[in-house]
Structures are given as C-alpha cells and as structure tokens.
C-alpha cells in the first residue's frame, strides 16, 4: 500500500516502505553502495509489480559491476566548464563547518555514484520494455551475486519542500531549473538534502547560474545523455531473464512514463551539476 510521503511524487520513502519493498530497497543500498535509494525507485515502488520487477531485470547489471563501469565512462568522459575551488573560508562563512562539509561531500558523492548508475540502468531498462525478447541468457543465482559495502555515515533526511522558508524554496527551485530540457517539474531529491545548509544553497546557485544563463549547462546535459544512450545499448544486450512476472499493462505505461520523464531531464540534469559542485568543493 502506498503510503503518505514527503516527496514531490507518489513514492513510498526508506521508512514507509515494509514487506517486498524494504527488502528490494535494502538489497539496492548493499548491491551498490549507495547509502539512498533514489526517487525514481521510490516513485516506481507505488506501481503494481513494477519494482519487483523492474529490480529482477537490473539487479545482475548493478551487482556484476556492469552499471558502475559504465558509469564510470560516462563521468570520466563528460566534459564540464572549469571553475575555480571555493576556500573553506567561504563555506565557514555561510554557517557551514567542518562536519557540515563534510556532510555535503557524502551527500555530493553518493549522488554522484547513484545518478550515473540509474541513469544508464533505467535507460537500458526503458529499451528493453520495448524489446522484451533482447535478453538470451540465464540469469545466475541472487545468492552468488557480489555486494558492496554501505557508506558508514548516513545521509541527512529529506526536507519537505513545504517545509523550506521562502527563501529556501526560491533557491532550491532556481537550482531545480539549471540545466532543464524541458518544462521544470519534481525537486531533485540532492537539493532537499542540501538545503540543511541553505548558505550552501545560496553558494551553489552563484556557481551554476552562470553556466545556465550562457547554456554550457545545458550542453553538458546533453552530451550525458548521448553517451548515456549509447552506453545503455551495449547494456541492453547484457540483460538476462527473470522468473519474475513483469507487470501488467497498465502498470507497464506507467512505468514507462516515469521511466521516460526522469531520464530524459531529472536524473541527466544532475550529472554536471553534482560533477561541477563537487569539483567546486575545498580541498582536503
């Protein structure tokens, strides 16, 4: 059952989720190392017997380390303006410390690993809901597929958009829109985090407004889709089948949408922003 949820779209977060869901959410966190399970999965739990299987096709792709391979190429390759690091001392400025910098690079890198990954999986996954019959192989066994060790430190809880002061809101919503290839809809789950620290925000809008005014954002956004595209179809061929039952067809328009609306502008905007931020942050 689909439970209230703070998120900008129907979803099921971490601490609603019980049953078949939590279980498919914690595995996802062990497979691949990202302390968070994203909104595009949490939004997919709230369609009948898409999660279930939506994760019964991916899952072998994340755990043989195919994903995060492919992942690797695509932010290795994406070409970003160069900016200058901030000093610690414009952070400490704005109210951020030590452990709160900290914070933001957890929270920078575990997008940063998880955006990448979902972007290429769930675009070979959209592929495949056209082509079912791509798959030829047999999938291994669940049990003999690898882990990876969780992040030790937790990330910050989501805050509610309605939650956010007014000039919270205005800042997380500017940033929501740099980079858009279309008409700009569902918060990125990244700025909910990061808005613990609204000087952050604030700094974060003076690096990446310029880069969207002069479209050098949007040209990053673009090229991370072409080779994300291109990455996905040599994935496609990777995919394996499942005994589990994919959805109906109801639900598998649904997901189609979702899958469609999130890779083609919510997941791909955040590639070169969280790469450009990250790279903007102090040295050690």
């Known amino acids: 059952m689909t439970q209230p949820s703070v998120d900008p779209v129907p979803s099921i977060s971490e601490a609603e989720a019980i049953g078949a869901t939590k279980a498919i959410y914690e595995d996802f966190k062990a497979v691949t190392g990202v302390p968070v399970v994203n909104l595009i999965f949490r939004h997919i739990a709230t369609l009948p017997g898409c999660l279930e299987w939506s994760w019964a096709v991916l899952r072998p792709l994340y755990a043989s380390g195919a994903v995060a391979t492919s992942a690797t190429h695509l932010m290795d390759s994406l070409e970003i303006p160069a900016i200058p690091r901030l000093p610690h001392a414009a952070l400490r400025a704005v109210g951020i410390d030590a452990p709160g910098e900290a914070a933001i690079n957890r929270i920078l890198d575990a997008y940063n690993r998880s955006n990448p990954m979902n972007l290429i999986a769930l675009t070979t996954l959209l592929a495949h809901l056209s082509n079912p019959d791509q798959a030829t192989a047999l999938a291994p066994p669940a049990a003999s597929l690898p882990t990876r060790p969780l992040t030790s ?32 809809r569902t918060m990125a789950s990244m700025y909910r985090q990061l808005a613990h620290w609204p000087g952050y925000l604030a700094i974060s809008l003076t690096l990446l407004h310029p880069l969207h005014q002069s479209g050098q954002l949007q040209r990053c956004v673009s090229q991370a889709q072409t080779s994300a595209t291109r990455l996905a179809q040599e994935l496609l061929t990777q995919l394996v089948p499942t005994a589990t039952p994919p959805p109906g067809e109801a639900s598998q328009i649904a997901l189609q949408t979702a899958l469609s609306a999130f890779t083609s502008n919510l997941i791909v905007e955040m590639l070169p922003v969280g790469k450009i931020l990250r790279a903007a942050q102090p040295s050690p």
């Open 153 to 184: 430190e937790s990330l910050p809880p989501l805050i509610a958009i309605e939650d956010m002061n007014a000039e919270m809101r205005t800042l997380a919503q500017m940033l929501n829109s740099f980079g858009a290839q279309g008409e700009t």
